[in-house]
């Protein structure tokens, strides 16, 4: 999630996982999320202001929709309801900052986006209703490398971890969750440096410098430098995985569920605890998953600490209340992401906000997975043309299938039919 500190797949040989932090948006270019609920309003063409084109490093070729491996078996649960709020988004105003991830051209989709508007279709709209409409208002392109070769890549999986806390220290609370320190800085380095546009460095002030913010073991160890907690979680191990994911549900005990999504980082590189336990020879590398970390964790209270220290990466978070179960945290574009029917992508090939058709393999190869999808989100580790991060949804069984994804696919996307080839602003 653009809003994560790591948005990456949680593979199951954690050492290995693929998490990095990702970019970072131009200032304000999300800091007005779309409302998620109430009727599409798409303003008019002459309202759109117009910004610089931007290059795609793809190729796109024009395809008919019976070229869509599996096109006609995706029953498009949920995709009508995802493609609303993508037009909420897409009709957002755009920044004109070239240090965002490049998007699609609200004016492209104008007319798509007003055709929904105006569709007569429910939010849980399915099946044949929204096919018809999707192949009158879109064109499949396929992507290739810009060598001319069809572009096939890595897919991964991540999720939203769904976690037992409390808002007081008790019992088996004792795992905190912070909110943002309020002396963290973030210094724009672009407002200095043009050249480095979009590049940021996060720290504090000592005396008149500027100094590296404090490391999780420093944190851990000054009581007088925590930060405000949030929640405390039962569990250490689910409580750091819920930061490596980067936003996620804790259910409280009396039963309310409440969202910490991601506010920021303290800007410390990520180490992993995975290859950690290795060196030490607590476990084989390839065994090092969440699940045999946890059982380590509980057999080792006394190191729990000095583990999670090896990492010294902090993530902070905000609350946010839950408003619709079936929505996931807001995902790099700035809207709210959808299981099964959201990815991170990279924008130089795909312009966030496009709808895209997805074909690979589930987890372990387990059948075909083949189903209209959204670039509604980014991450450093998505890299490459048909290269994505498929989000799975929330809780366990989310994030079981998450671990275990790493399959290669190939993607097309839909773009509006009489818009041309993709392009992106």
């Known amino acids: 999630m653009k809003k994560l500190l790591w948005s990456a797949a949680l593979l199951a040989v954690l050492s290995a996982c693929s998490s990095v932090p990702p970019e970072e948006s131009a200032p304000g270019e999300l800091a007005v999320a779309p409302a998620e609920t109430g009727p599409l309003v798409v303003p008019p063409l002459s309202a759109l202001r117009e910004t610089p084109a931007r290059a795609l490093q793809g190729r796109y070729v024009p395809v008919s929709w019976q070229q869509l491996p599996g096109w006609s078996g995706d029953d498009l649960n949920h995709v009508w309801k995802t493609l609303l709020n993508d037009c909420r988004g897409l009709m957002r105003p755009v920044s004109g900052s070239l240090a965002?991830?490049?998007?699609?051209?609200?004016?492209?989709?104008?007319?798509?986006?007003?055709?929904?508007?105006?569709?007569?279709?429910?939010?849980?709209?399915?099946?044949?209703?929204?096919?018809?409409?999707?192949?009158?208002?879109?064109?499949?392109?396929?992507?290739?490398?810009?060598?001319?070769?069809?572009?096939?890549?890595?897919?991964?999986?991540?999720?939203?971890?769904?976690?037992?806390?409390?808002?007081?220290?008790?019992?088996?609370?004792?795992?905190?969750?912070?909110?943002?320190?309020?002396?963290?800085?973030?210094?724009?380095?672009?407002?200095?440096?043009?050249?480095?546009?979009?590049k940021r460095i996060r720290g504090k002030l000592e005396g008149r410098r500027v100094v590296p913010y404090d490391t999780r073991a420093q944190i851990a160890a000054d009581p007088a430098r925590q930060p405000p907690v949030i929640v405390w979680a039962d569990d250490?191990?689910?409580?750091?995985?819920?930061?490596i994911?980067?936003?996620?549900?804790?259910?409280?005990?009396?039963?309310?569920?409440?969202?910490?999504?991601?506010?920021?980082?303290?800007?410390q590189p990520y180490v992993s605890i995975g290859q950690w336990l290795a060196r030490q020879g607590e476990m084989p590398l390839a065994q090092t998953s969440m699940q045999n970390i946890k059982r380590w964790a509980r057999a080792h209270p006394d190191r729990v600490q000095q583990m999670l220290n090896v990492n010294p990466a902090m993530v902070f978070f905000r609350e946010e209340t839950i408003t619709d179960p079936e929505l996931g945290p807001r995902g790099g574009y700035g809207v709210a992401l959808m299981a099964q029917r959201s990815v991170a992508i990279d924008p130089n090939f795909v312009p966030l906000g496009t709808p895209l058709w997805l074909d690979t393999q589930h987890p372990g190869g387990a059948g075909p997975l083949q189903r209209l999808v959204f670039a509604q989100d980014t991450g450093t580790a998505i890299r490459g043309a048909a290269r994505a991060d498929f989000y799975w949804g929330t809780g366990d069984e989310a994030g079981a299938a998450a671990g275990r994804m790493k399959q290669t696919g190939r993607m097309w996307l839909l773009w509006p039919a009489q818009a041309g080839a993709p392009s992106a602003r």
């Open 100 to 198: 965002a991830p490049a998007r699609a051209a609200p004016r492209a989709w104008q007319p798509v986006c007003q055709a929904a508007a105006q569709a007569g279709l429910g939010p849980q709209a399915s099946g044949e209703p929204v096919r018809r409409f999707l192949q009158t208002q879109l064109r499949p392109w396929r992507l290739e490398q810009a060598s001319g070769q069809v572009a096939s890549g890595t897919i991964t999986g991540y999720y939203e971890p769904l976690i037992r806390a409390s808002r007081s220290r008790q019992g088996a609370y004792q795992w905190p969750l912070y909110a943002t320190p309020a002396d963290l800085l973030t210094v724009d380095l672009g407002a200095v440096y043009p050249e480095l546009a979009g």
């Open 236 to 243: 250490p191990v689910e409580a750091f995985f819920l930061q």
């Open 245 to 267: 994911q980067g936003s996620g549900r804790a259910v409280l005990p009396d039963g309310a569920v409440t969202r910490l999504a991601y506010a920021d980082h303290n800007g």
